[in-house]
């Protein structure tokens, strides 16, 4: 049989093994994205507390430079 251009082929059904190995592969997938997801979701969380950490000390150790009063060279 040949194809004409434009003829869209019947699609093959899908026998019931089949189906039980595709959704096994997705919910491997699945439980891999979410692995991954919440490794980058703890790393970015550890980041913005680093950061905060760090401006946090900046602010204070700024604070306290602005606070103390500059001796008059006389």
């Known amino acids: 049989m040949t194809k004409i251009p434009g003829e869209i082929e019947p699609s093959k059904p899908i026998t019931s ?4 190995a595709r959704k096994a592969f997705r919910r491997v997938d699945a439980e891999k994205a979410m692995t991954e997801h919440e490794i ?3 790393a970015f969380a550890n980041n913005r507390e680093r950061l905060k950490a760090e401006r946090l000390a900046r602010e ?3 604070a306290e430079t602005k606070a ?3 001796a008059k060279g006389k």
Not at 17 to 20: C, L, P, Y
């Open 17 to 20: 093994a089949e189906r039980e």
């Open 60 to 62: 204070a150790t700024g």
């Open 40 to 42: 980058a979701q703890k």
């Open 68 to 70: 103390k009063p500059k």
